[in-house]
């Protein structure tokens, strides 16, 4: 699996299928988000931004090529997962090779859809998960606690590594995710091979009735928000089946349902972007007459490593970035213009990059 990735987790009729499989549906040609089936159960999904849009007018450019963020429709949970029930093992190992969570919740009621449990309570679904996830981790705590006990007497390291576990196995036994648990730089470092399924960021994705969808809201999805809040977790809503209608569309017609159902821009929309910003990434940009791109980095990245993602030789040869903010690139017509105001900065290897950044790099050959 390439980049970072969106695994996509719910029980069985929260509507998880049919939110994949419209986003797999907005591979439409005259779609904005094309899908790129890598894997029957993964795939690829552009992340629209308008910016690249005037831009590429601006520069003339031949064509766009927008940032990435990847999915990954995870199968086969039921309770008992971390047992080995179901598709247990091998949604455990799905779920582990993702960088975050975004898990579907069930909070519309219909009689015609048969809720796996009996009744509608999406708290409790979202609790089943988390519990495997949780059960999971404690076998991994076990299992590495009694291994690393034997080699911390003759070995610092290992001696933090049985600590730091200890603390997870405490915490992880009242219920609790790894990801609201704080460390200090000692111990992260020791937990590092671990990998824990529990300590992954976790989008709730409330599945909605198309009543709803106005709004975006019910007392379901209320109370969806007050369990996330408990652990800093964010929620959306949206209703898949509507979805999965919308991306049928061409996009004529997508911006005229979209107005008429007073929305300002789709579910999908709004979940690819959330997912890229939980996956901590930014964009920078580089336009010219062949292309407009965006480029994805992690929040933090320095101009060094920016150049590296575009190419290794210009990493090596990096002599400065031109930076002009995309405000300044648009008020001014291009970076002519920015360049005459003033607007264009020349920036070191240690420059932290910003989102929105339009950047051409020097370097030597």
Not at 76 to 83: R, T
Not at 139 to 158: F, M, W
Not at 160 to 182: M, S, T, W
Not at 287 to 316: C, F, N, P
Request: hydrophobic content about 45%; proline content about 3%.
């Amino acid at each position: 699996m390439a980049g970072l990735s969106c695994g996509i987790v719910g029980l069985p009729n929260v509507g998880k299928s049919t939110l994949f499989n419209a986003l797999t549906s907005s591979q439409a040609p005259a779609s904005n988000y094309p899908f790129c089936t890598i894997d029957p159960n993964i795939g690829s999904v552009e992340v629209y931004d308008p910016r690249l849009e005037v831009l590429a007018k601006l520069s003339k450019s031949e064509k766009i090529l927008y940032a990435i963020t990847e999915f990954l429709d995870i199968a086969g949970l039921v309770e008992g997962a971390s047992k080995g029930e179901g598709l247990g093992n091998a949604f455990l190992s799905h779920i582990r090779d993702t960088d975050a969570i975004v898990q579907v919740v069930r909070c519309f009621e219909s009689p015609d859809i048969i809720h796996v449990r009996g009744k509608l309570d999406p708290v409790g679904d979202i609790e089943i998960i988390n519990l495997e996830l949780v059960l999971a981790d404690l076998a991994t705590c076990d299992a590495n606690i009694a291994k690393l006990e034997r080699q911390a007497k003759v070995r610092k390291d290992a001696a933090v590594a049985v600590h730091a576990l200890q603390k997870v196995r405490d915490h992880l036994a009242q219920g609790r995710p790894v990801r609201i648990l704080e460390f200090s730089d000692e111990e992260k470092t020791a937990l590092l091979p671990y990998r824990f399924l529990t300590s992954k960021k976790v989008l709730y994705l409330c599945n909605i009735s198309e009543a709803d969808v106005k709004n975006l809201s019910n007392p379901y999805v209320d109370i969806v928000k007050a369990h996330a809040a408990k652990e800093g977790a964010e929620v959306l809503s949206l209703c898949a089946s509507l979805e999965a209608e919308i991306a049928q569309l061409d996009m004529n017609d997508r911006s005229a349902f979209l107005a008429g159902a007073g929305l300002k821009e789709s579910g999908l929309t709004r979940l690819i972007r959330a997912s890229f910003d939980m996956l901590g990434l930014i964009t920078f940009l580089t336009t010219g007459e062949m292309e407009t791109r965006a480029w994805t980095v992690t929040k933090g990245s320095t101009a060094l490593e920016a150049a590296g993602k575009i190419h290794t030789d210009i990493q090596k040869g990096f002599v400065r970035a031109e930076v002009i903010k995309y405000e300044d690139f648009v008020a001014y017509g291009g970076r002519v213009g920015a360049r005459e105001a003033g607007k264009v900065r020349a920036e070191g290897k240690e420059y932290i990059v910003q989102d929105g950044d339009v950047v051409l790099f020097l370097h030597s050959n």
